[in-house]
Structures are given as structure tokens and as C-alpha cells.
């Protein structure tokens, strides 16, 4: 029964900006720390942001951090990643999930290339 539909990713250029977002639902999303996730070509899956339940408390992964911005509407069931300044390195799938983990979604691919 859980869930999670993640949107907005695209083709993007250096520099540039996308938001996320990931439709939870199938468990108590306001009760728990929500995260995103990223899966570039050949690599694993690496923890990229992380919030705390009702956004008390925000993290990222050295590689974002000052460029992503990670926020929750918990009326709407919905996390929200927010990216700037998109490096080609970003590329990849990106996915949401619950701590601790549930089913993953299909996540929505990210690629950021002239």
C-alpha cells in the first residue's frame, strides 16, 4: 500500500534549476523523516537530503549542500527537493523514501547536460 510518485525531473543545463517532488502516501508521512535519494549511471544509490518530521531538521550530502534545499508539505503528503545550480555530475534518478526504507518508487530522472 505504500507509495511514493516522484515528478519534475528533465533535461536541464549547467547552472540551472529543477523541483522536485514526491507523492506519499500508504503510511504516516507526517510522522516520519523523509529523504531523497540519487542513482547516477553505475552507481549505488546515495543518501542526498534528509528531513526530520514536521522540518524541525534538515541535512545533505557534502556534494548539494548550499545548492538543494529539501522541504514537506505534510497537508499534501508531499516532499519537495529543490535544486540550483545543477552540475552534470547531479545526473541521475532521483528517488524519495521514508525512514526507515519502504518500496521504492520508480523516481524521476534528472539530466543536466548542454
Known amino acids: 500500500q505504500v507509495q511514493f510518485v516522484e515528478s519534475g525531473g528533465g533535461l536541464v543545463e549547467p547552472g540551472g534549476s529543477l523541483r522536485l517532488s514526491c507523492a506519499a502516501s500508504?503510511?504516516?508521512?507526517?510522522?516520519?523523516?523523509m529523504r531523497w535519494f540519487r542513482q547516477g549511471p553505475g552507481k549505488e544509490r546515495e543518501l542526498v537530503a534528509w528531513i526530520s518530521r514536521n522540518g524541525d531538521v534538515a541535512d545533505y550530502a557534502d556534494s548539494v549542500k548550499g545548492r538543494f534545499s529539501i522541504s514537506r508539505d505534510d497537508a499534501k503528503n508531499t516532499l519537495y527537493l529543490q535544486m540550483g545550480s545543477l552540475k552534470p555530475e547531479d545526473t541521475a534518478v532521483y528517488y524519495c523514501?521514508?525512514?526507515?526504507?519502504?518500496?521504492w518508487g520508480q523516481g524521476t530522472p534528472v539530466t543536466v547536460s548542454v
Open positions: 523514501n521514508a525512514l526507515p526504507a519502504r518500496a
Open positions: 500508504g503510511f504516516g508521512f507526517s510522522s516520519s523523516t
